[in-house]
C-alpha cells in the first residue's frame, strides 16, 4: 500500500446542488485525470488531463466549473462541468504555474502570489472567488473571479500571513500551521482546518474577507493561542476534513482519533470557544479512537501509521460520507444528523462489503480515497489519490435483465443459455430446479444448464451491488 499523506476537503453547498442515488459497492461512470477507469499512470512532465496526487475537488454550482487540487504537480485545474462526462477530458487554465507542462514549487523562504507549495482543497463561494489551503505555505489564498481567470493568475487575498511573501507557521489568530482543508458553508462563513495546530477557525462572510482578516471563533481549542491534542469531545487529534451542512452542522474528520465529530449550531460553538462536539461516529463515545475494519469504525489495524478518515460530505438526502483511506473506501451514513453515537454506516463505495479493505484500480475499487464531494448534474465526485483520477459516481441504474435463447424443446441434456444484463448489475445467477450457479459475464452472460426429461424452469437473476435485482424464466422441455 502506497504512504498516506495527510488528505484534504473541498466544501461548496448551495441550494441547488442535488443527491446522488448511491448503493454499495457500486461501479462509477466516468474518470478524471485517466484515459480509462482501469488506468493509473501520472506522466511527468505533467499534462493538462493528468493528475498527480489529487488532494481535493470542487464544484461551482453556479459557474459549472470543476476546481481540482492537483497537490502534487503544485498546481489547481479548472475544468469546463463537461469535463466530468468524457474520460480523460482537459482542463480549461491552471493556476499555480504558467502553463500544464510546467511543474515548479513554491519556495517557502520567498511565497508568492502567484505559486503553491502543496495546495489543498479548493472550495468556491457566493461570489466566485476560490478558496486554496496552501499548506506548505502555511496560508489560505483567495482568487476572486476564478471561472474567468487565465492561467496562473495572482491570488487577491491570503489569510494566516500578513503579506503574500510571508511563511512563518504559527499558533495565533492571525498564523495557521499546515492548514489542511478549508470550507465554505451555505452562509458564506469560511472554515478552515489549521491541521498542525488541531483546531478549526471560524472566518465571518467569506465574500467579506480581505487579506489579513483573523478568525472569529475557535473549536478544538479553548483559545487561539493553544494547539494541545487529545480525545474527547473539545479536542482534535489531526484532524483533516470538514463541512458544513444546510442544517448549521459543522461536521469534523478527526483522524488520528479514527472519528466523524458532528457539531450542532457550529457558528454559535465556535463562538464559545472550545465548545464540545455534540455527537460522534466511528466510536461509542468521545473518549476513545479504537480502530477497525468494520462498518461502524475506521482505520484498519494492519495498517501502522496512517489515520482515518480524511474528508467528510453531507448530500442533500442527508447521507454523511467519510472517506476511510487505509481501508480503500468510502462510507455512507443515512439520516447522519439523527444517528446515535458509534451508528454503523449504511452504505460503502470501494469494497463489495464493510470488511474488505483492499485496494485496486477498477470502476467499483479505491486506491487511498481522500476527498468525496457534490458534482454537476448531480453526480457525486471521490478523489482516488493512489490512482491519480478522480472518479465520477451518477445515479445507480436498476438492473434490466434480457433473456436471448429461444430454444423451447430439445433432446439433448444440456442447454447454453445467453443473455444481456444492462444498468448497474455486479453479477448473474441462475437456478435450474434446486440447482444454482453463476452465469459467465454480466452486460453479455452466458451459462450451460444441466437438464433433466420433461419440462426444466430455469431462473435468471441479475444483481446489483446494492441488492437491486431484475429476474427472468424460461422453460425448456428435455424429450
Known amino acids: 500500500m502506497k504512504s498516506l499523506p495527510a488528505l484534504g476537503l473541498t466544501l461548496l453547498l448551495l441550494p441547488s446542488l442535488g443527491a446522488t442515488t448511491l448503493v454499495t459497492n457500486q461501479a462509477a461512470t466516468r474518470v478524471i485525470g485517466q484515459t480509462s477507469l482501469t488506468a493509473s499512470e501520472s506522466p511527468d512532465p505533467p499534462t493538462a488531463a493528468s493528475l498527480a496526487g489529487p488532494e481535493g475537488v470542487a464544484y461551482d454550482a453556479v459557474t459549472g466549473k470543476i476546481y481540482v487540487a492537483d497537490s502534487y504537480n503544485f498546481r489547481i485545474l479548472r475544468f469546463a462541468s463537461a469535463a466530468a462526462a468524457a474520460n480523460g477530458a482537459s482542463a480549461e487554465a491552471v493556476f499555480g504555474q504558467p502553463n500544464f507542462t510546467t511543474k515548479e514549487t513554491s519556495d517557502p523562504a520567498a511565497p508568492t502570489a502567484k505559486d503553491f507549495e502543496y495546495p489543498f482543497t479548493p472550495a468556491v463561494d457566493s461570489a466566485g472567488t476560490l478558496w486554496v489551503a496552501d499548506r506548505g505555505n502555511n496560508r489560505v489564498l483567495g482568487f476572486k473571479n476564478a471561472a474567468t481567470a487565465g492561467n496562473q493568475p495572482a491570488a487577491d487575498i491570503v489569510l494566516g500571513q500578513p503579506d503574500f511573501t510571508s511563511n512563518q507557521p504559527g499558533t495565533s489568530a492571525t498564523q495557521m500551521w499546515n492548514p489542511g482543508a478549508v470550507a465554505v458553508g451555505p452562509d458564506n462563513t469560511l472554515w478552515v482546518l489549521d491541521q498542525a495546530n ?216 444440456t442447454a447454453i443459455i445467453t443473455g444481456k444484463a444492462t444498468g448497474d448489475v455486479s453479477g448473474v445467477t441462475y437456478k435450474v430446479g434446486t440447482k444454482a450457479g453463476k452465469a459467465a459475464g454480466t452486460t453479455n452472460w452466458r451459462f450451460t444448464a444441466k437438464l433433466k426429461p420433461g419440462k426444466n424452469v430455469i431462473s435468471v437473476v441479475a444483481t446489483g451491488p446494492g441488492g437491486n435485482s431484475a429476474s427472468k424464466k424460461i422453460t425448456i422441455t428435455r424429450k
Open 198 to 413: 488541531s483546531r478549526v477557525l471560524r472566518f465571518g462572510n467569506a465574500t467579506q474577507l480581505v487579506t489579513g482578516d483573523k478568525p472569529v471563533g475557535v473549536l478544538g481549542q479553548p483559545d487561539f493561542d493553544s494547539s494541545s491534542v487529545g480525545t474527547t469531545a473539545e479536542q482534535f487529534y489531526n484532524p483533516a476534513g470538514l463541512w458544513a451542512d444546510a442544517g448549521g452542522r459543522l461536521w469534523v474528520a478527526d483522524s488520528a482519533n479514527f472519528r466523524v465529530l458532528r457539531f450542532d449550531n457550529a457558528a454559535t460553538a465556535a463562538d464559545a470557544d472550545g465548545a464540545p462536539a455534540d455527537g460522534v461516529l466511528g466510536q461509542p463515545n468521545f473518549t476513545t479512537n479504537t480502530i477497525g475494519v468494520t462498518a461502524a469504525q475506521f482505520g484498519n489495524p494492519a495498517v501502522f501509521g496512517p489515520t482515518s478518515p480524511y474528508n467528510v460530505y453531507v448530500a442533500a438526502d442527508g447521507v454523511l460520507w467519510a472517506s476511510d483511506p487505509v481501508n480503500n473506501r468510502v462510507l455512507g451514513f443515512r439520516n447522519a444528523a439523527t444517528l446515535a453515537n458509534g451508528a454503523a454506516a449504511s452504505l460503502v463505495l470501494g469494497q463489495p462489503n464493510f470488511t474488505s479493505s483492499a485496494e485496486d484500480t477498477t470502476a467499483r475499487t479505491l486506491n487511498i480515497p481522500g476527498h468525496v464531494s457534490a458534482g454537476p448534474n448531480g453526480s457525486f465526485l471521490v478523489t482516488d489519490y493512489g490512482n491519480s483520477r478522480i472518479l465520477v459516481f451518477t445515479d445507480a441504474k436498476a438492473p434490466v435483465l434480457t433473456i436471448t435463447t429461444r430454444t423451447g424443446t430439445t433432446t439433448k441434456p
